[in-house]
């Protein structure tokens, strides 16, 4: 008889079957119910053991961790909770765990004692629901990008070009740390390393997607990208993936049109497919909030928050305006936002964001054409010279999620911003070449993935969202 | 009125529509025929121009590179070759292709001058069908294991844990080179780095997708690895993207079972899906192996290799019975081989692999139970004492395209085996809580993603089937 899986199992419609299972007790409570758990699914079966048929030696072994290999009979249940249950024939211990030691006990524990144990703490509701989440969102983007015609390109990891700005870079390298090689003049003489130049882990595989937009017409990367940067905040990883679309002939208002359907689409995808985890996550938040403040707790649950997604057009609002908005807005002018808005070319932060998009419009919002010297230098400038075609998406309550841009396509303007920002352009001479043959205006857009699985999971720590969280003085596992 | 793609216009039925696209040339002939491709097929479709109604300073500008938009009507194609084509009747030059300059001219190039144009190669038929396969494989990847239960996790790429054993690790570091702080007994004080220890780059996701396994059931890896090897062959690259599934409660033979399935599911995808693309590397492969002596030439073209993966049942041998099968065949009796077999415990070449497939079995073999001292530290023990269940998969053409395991489950001999190659416990102390807490038979395998594009494709050499590949002295983009 073939295993099957407790996600099977609970679905069944008959019962008085014959079953076979394998996985992991999550709890045996008073000799008789083993609740297990093998991954499939957040929910549990209820095994009935029928203790009085069993050695107590074998008993003894039903702890929480354990992994066991069940027999038995799938019944309707007795008890609630459950339709159906195994009466447990027969029951074998494959891997023991000794609850003196077992470090995931059937009770609450902090996210930060998890975090210590991240090779263990997808044993526990929270985070396999979590993981579950992250993976239906990875194929979610794979599925959109893939029905809509684009290609999925992978960026380079190590790259030569420390040209893009996006942040500080690590380096890569095989040389011997503690005896560098030096060119005459002083200088690391990266001719002997590895690639025989210096090198540095990817912030951002948009340049490169470029290139095969400007072949391919529609590309995606998604990968993994990496700053240096010393943030110990719970907003910043040093690894972290990025979503990248880039489209050839596409100009900013199909790069948001573009964007609007994509997140809704992810987004939909995961409330059709991954109900029960969004429930249980849901009710998890809710229970969280219950011991904050009122003030501090949102307006709306998980699922409401992933329906005002899917279920609002996304407002569009230059800059301009929005800075408008926010100039006259109560809590600006009664100074209770942290950072007060007055003049326009001004950066937004993350409380004028979501006030925008939870206060004012209330509906997921647009922002576009920024002030050209808050923006990348790849970004196209408008006929004003002064803002440029990039957008930025922003949601309830965490702000900013999306930030993309029709891309520079002149050559001349090109040269010039990267000039005033000294960028030599032998760094990016295969970018130029893009623009010397065959160029034509583009867009794209970046989304730092771990945003998105937050926004989906309710989950307020970004290293709670990544199997391995890299961040400053952390990289164990 | 919407823009289309060639490959829409293309497979149009009714003809006398009026319509708009955007491409860029690939070759313009007589003054009137534009071939004009947007990545969307391999095909182009031809724009036919009628020059006596058009400007001489708009016809100079149509120039193989150059970047246009044609509006006119798709009508029944007079001439060969095509069903439909384009009569235009208004055509804007959106961005010029100097053709004095632009490397990518409409003659054969070779693949190593494409190489070092590698922001531009897709602009071929060849690279465009290479990418657009890349992709196709990518998503069936994906798609496979989200329609068998695995959850796709993302294993960290910057890892503090160096025991795996894989092979030489680029260090990842912002230290300055220049400077390295030294402890007082004079090694490197990695505790002023960013991560506090000594990081590297990761060259397998499989440890920590076992830890997932050991919880969520079913996972997979899919994500860029390392090795910084200073090999420059056409077979190894110092960054390339693996896939590793990983399952609990499977044995070796479920991991069999589970590779073969895999293969023949995303090698059936790309002949559904890209048969085009295929078409047209099949024929490439075809000319290339003309200009080869008879001998070296393969004895299948590429779309026959493809059928005989998914056509064949793989053939289970163990690694013993290929011993024997190899020291009495011919070419070893001959000495035909460059390296002769004559004793049991001695690794396979890809010579032996070959043979096996192409010359004794005549299909794709999975060899198993290999000596242990031959393989990692991680693989189960048979009782023998002598042999690991480890398993290769090899094709037609390349040798060793998976290589997977069943893993060591049982604490006392995983230490033994980690003690026995000097591996610290405390350096995989996470690795052997899955050993101490509820631990199970578990298995998977390793695909190196381009060795499948390699097979998939035709392409002799790596550097052809990774957009931007990184090699000894070579980062560039």
Not at 35 to 46: F, K, M, V, Y
């Amino acid at each position: 008889m073939q295993s099957r899986t407790v996600s099977e199992l609970l679905s069944q419609q008959t019962t008085l079957l014959e079953v076979d299972i394998k996985g992991w007790v999550r709890t045996f409570r008073a000799n008789r119910f083993i609740a297990l758990n093998d991954g499939s699914t957040i929910n549990n079966i209820q095994c009935v053991v029928d203790f009085e048929k069993f050695d107590e030696s074998v008993l003894k072994r039903i702890t929480t961790g354990a992994a066991v290999h069940i027999k038995g009979e799938l019944v309707e249940s007795q008890g609630k909770g459950q339709k159906v249950e195994i009466q447990v024939h027969n029951i074998e211990v494959l891997g023991d765990s000794d609850p003196e030691t077992y470090p995931i006990q059937p009770k609450k524990h902090s996210f930060e004692f998890l975090r210590e144990n991240a090779h263990l703490r997808t044993r526990t509701n929270t985070f396999s629901a979590i993981m579950r989440l992250r993976s239906a969102l990875s194929f979610a983007v794979h599925k959109y990008f893939n029905e809509n015609g684009f290609y999925y390109m992978h960026a380079p990891i190590i790259t030569g070009s420390d040209a893009e700005g996006a942040g500080e870079m690590f380096k890569v390298s095989s040389l011997d740390p503690k005896n560098t090689p030096l060119t005459e003049d002083g200088k690391v003489d990266y001719s002997k390393d590895f690639f025989g130049k210096e090198t540095n882990l990817t912030v951002s595989g948009q340049l490169e997607a470029e290139t095969y937009a400007m072949s391919l017409g529609k590309v995606y990367t998604f990968g993994p990208t990496f700053r240096a940067e010393n943030s110990n905040t719970s907003r910043h990883l040093a690894e972290f993936w990025m979503i990248e679309p880039e489209v050839a002939f596409m100009d900013l208002a199909g790069n948001m049109d573009l964007a609007e359907d994509f997140l809704k689409s992810v987004i939909t995808h995961v409330l059709e497919h991954n109900q029960e985890d969004l429930e249980f996550l849901d009710q998890r938040l809710l229970n969280e909030e219950k011991s904050k403040p009122q003030a501090e707790r949102s307006d709306m649950s998980l699922i409401e928050k992933l329906k005002f997604v899917t279920e609002n057009n996304f407002k569009r609002v230059s800059y301009t305006e929005a800075i408008d908005i926010l100039r006259s807005c109560k809590p600006n002018k009664k100074k209770k936002f942290k950072y007060i808005i007055d003049e326009w070319g001004t950066d937004l932060q993350s409380e004028h964001e979501r006030f925008l998009v939870e206060k004012h419009f209330k509906c997921p919002v647009i922002l576009f054409d920024y002030p050209a010297n808050i923006k990348a230098f790849y970004m196209r400038l408008n006929e004003d010279g002064k803002t440029v075609r990039a957008m930025d998406i922003l949601f309830p309550g965490i702000g900013e999620i999306v930030g993309g841009a029709q891309r520079e396509e002149r050559l001349d303007i090109l040269k010039e911003r990267m000039a005033a920002i000294d960028i030599p352009e032998e760094d990016l001479w295969w970018y130029l070449d893009l623009r010397k043959y065959g160029t034509a205006v583009h867009s794209g857009f970046g989304l730092g993935f771990e945003r998105l699985v937050m926004f989906a999971t309710g989950m307020t720590n970004i290293r709670d969202v990544i199997p391995f969280p890299r961040t400053p003085h952390n990289a164990e596992f």
